[in-house]
């Protein structure tokens, strides 16, 4: 199964949308990595990078961010990790993360739970 990681500024953050997936994707290998060691708001290369490790396995990784520096993190954490199969998905954080969950869980492979993740970039909230 594909593992997922959520990157957020926040601890707080990052556990609440853990929880959301959790509810639907009871299943899902699902890792997070929000804020810093000391509680504080921020990214932390290293929770990252053990997030992925806790959930690492043939299937791959996928890794949701929110913004800025989670970003540019994940982005140096996959070039300097080539020889593992790591992918970030561009979409919105919470709603990304539900829908790969449900995918990993369904059997998606690795591509699908990224486009699956990525498809809600376009989804409306509320109608016209």
Known sequence: MVGLVIVTHSAALAHGI????????????????????????????????AAIDAVYGADGVVL????????LTVETIVEEM??????MADCPVVEG?????IAAVCGA??????????ETRGAAKIGD
């Open 18 to 49: 853990a929880e959301t997936c959790r509810m639907m994707a009871k299943d899902a290998r699902l890792a997070v990595a929000g804020g810093m060691e000391d509680g504080g708001f921020g990214t932390s290369y290293a929770r990252i990078v």
């Open 64 to 71: 949701l961010v929110d913004a800025g520096s989670s970003i």
């Open 82 to 87: 080539p020889e593992r199969r790591l992918r």
């Open 97 to 101: 993360s539900v829908v790969a969950a």
């Open 109 to 118: 492979n690795l591509d699908d739970v990224v486009r699956r993740a990525e």
